[in-house]
Each structure stands twice: as structure tokens, then as C-alpha cells.
């Protein structure tokens, strides 16, 4: 079975201050990982994905992760936050073969400090 | 194009009533998703569909029923609401297992 691990419930930072967020997930076969962005009060949005290939992802709103599959992290980042960056993000994981189901990890608010 | 929208978005009940959830979708979505969110519990998979007339259990499928009569529409039940069924409810689509999940806005439910 998948798993997904996000170390941190919520993480604080400075505005313009570089952010990671960090996932850790386990599985004996091949996955796919994901990161979404919930917003207050709206639903998920998919921010970026990893199917296979490069390892280093980008995504939407300057966002960008990276795969590492000895370390089993796909951890999101981002250089410099803005004040709209605030909402919680959410990892998740699912069997490269079979995406019918998707594993969320339970999430990390995002807090921009001024 | 509407994207994918709940009905209603909020609503309290009493512990014991019914109601229905409305997911409806507008982009030709095969698979539809319903989803309870918790605090510090993330998403969880109640119940899904993989196509116009099938439904498959998920992760928390007990109190729950579903339809999907329409391939446009995934119906969410609770025939006899109890207070741990307080919670945020998310019904997501996609076209098919290659492209990731559309979310709709949530249903707040309250039960009491």
C-alpha cells in the first residue's frame, strides 16, 4: 500500500523569503506525485505533477518540485512567497499503473508573514 | 463552461435526516470522485464512479451511498446523518486516469 507523509502542519514565512514544503511517501512499486493548492474556502487545484522523466518539476504560480526516489521526498518549493501563496498544500501519491486512486497526505498551511 | 459544481454549499441537519449532494460536471468527465475533508486528515476517498451507471467504494464508504444515472451528474446520499458526518465534502472528475483530478468548490455539512 501507498503512503504519504507531509512533515509539517504549518509553516510561517516572510514574504518574498524562499519556502519548502516537505512530502515523503512510501511504496513498493512505481508512483505517480502530485502537489495541490487549496485555497480558503475553494476546492483543490493541481499545481504540478510527476509522471516520469525529469525529476525536477514545474508548476503553476512559480512553484517547482523534485523527485527523489532514493530519498522517497518530492518536496515543493518556491524562491520567493507573495502574500497570495497563502492557502495549505496538499502532497499526494498513486500507482504509476493504476491512477484510479489517489493517497492525500493530511496537509501543510502555508502562513505569509509580512 | 462550468467547470465542476456542488449543490448546495451549505447546509445543517439534524442526526437522523436525509439529503442528497449534487456533483454535476460540463466537460465529458468519465471519472467522478466524492471526497470528505477533515482537519488534519486531508482528503479521503468516499465513493467513485468510473463511467455513466458504475460506482466502486472507497476509503470511508460506510453511511454513504451514491448514483450516477447521468454521465454528467454523481449523486452523494446520507440516508441517516449522524454528527461524524460533519464535515467538507469535495466531488472531483477527470477524463481518464492520464490527467488529474478537476475539484469542485466543497459542501460545508453540519450535523447535529
Known amino acids: 500500500a501507498q503512503s504519504v507523509t507531509q512533515l509539517d502542519s504549518q509553516v510561517p514565512v516572510f514574504e518574498e523569503a524562499p519556502v519548502e514544503l516537505r512530502c515523503n511517501y512510501s511504496?513498493?512499486?512505481?508512483?505517480?506525485l502530485f502537489w495541490y493548492v487549496q485555497y480558503p474556502n475553494q476546492g483543490l487545484q493541481l499545481l504540478l505533477k510527476y509522471l516520469s522523466g525529469s525529476t525536477l518539476v514545474k508548476g503553476i504560480n512559480g512553484f517547482e518540485a523534485e523527485f527523489n526516489k532514493s530519498q522517497t521526498s518530492f518536496h515543493l518549493r518556491k524562491p520567493s512567497v507573495h502574500i497570495s501563496d497563502t492557502a495549505e498544500y496538499f502532497c499526494?501519491?498513486?500507482?504509476?499503473?493504476?491512477?484510479?486512486?489517489?493517497?492525500f497526505g493530511k496537509g501543510t498551511r502555508l502562513h505569509i508573514l509580512p | 463552461n462550468a467547470g465542476v459544481t456542488q449543490t448546495p454549499k451549505f447546509r445543517v441537519l439534524k442526526t437522523g435526516q436525509s439529503m442528497t449532494l449534487l456533483c454535476a460536471q460540463d466537460?465529458?468527465?468519465?471519472?467522478m470522485y466524492w471526497y470528505r475533508q477533515d482537519p488534519g486528515m486531508g482528503l479521503r476517498l468516499i465513493h467513485y464512479?468510473?463511467?455513466?451507471?458504475?460506482?466502486a467504494k472507497g476509503e470511508v464508504p460506510d453511511g454513504y451511498n451514491v448514483s450516477r444515472l447521468k454521465k454528467q451528474n454523481f449523486l452523494l446520499g446520507l440516508e441517516s446523518a449522524a454528527p461524524s458526518q460533519t464535515s467538507v465534502y469535495f466531488c472531483?472528475?477527470?477524463?481518464?486516469?492520464?490527467?488529474?483530478?478537476?475539484f469542485g468548490p466543497g459542501t460545508r455539512l453540519t450535523v447535529l
Open positions: 466537460m465529458n468527465h468519465e471519472y
Open positions: 511504496s513498493s512499486v512505481s508512483v505517480y
Open positions: 464512479s468510473v463511467g455513466e451507471g458504475t460506482t
Open positions: 499526494a501519491v498513486s500507482v504509476a499503473s493504476r491512477d484510479d486512486k489517489i493517497i
Open positions: 472531483a472528475s477527470r477524463i481518464n486516469v492520464a490527467e488529474p483530478r478537476f
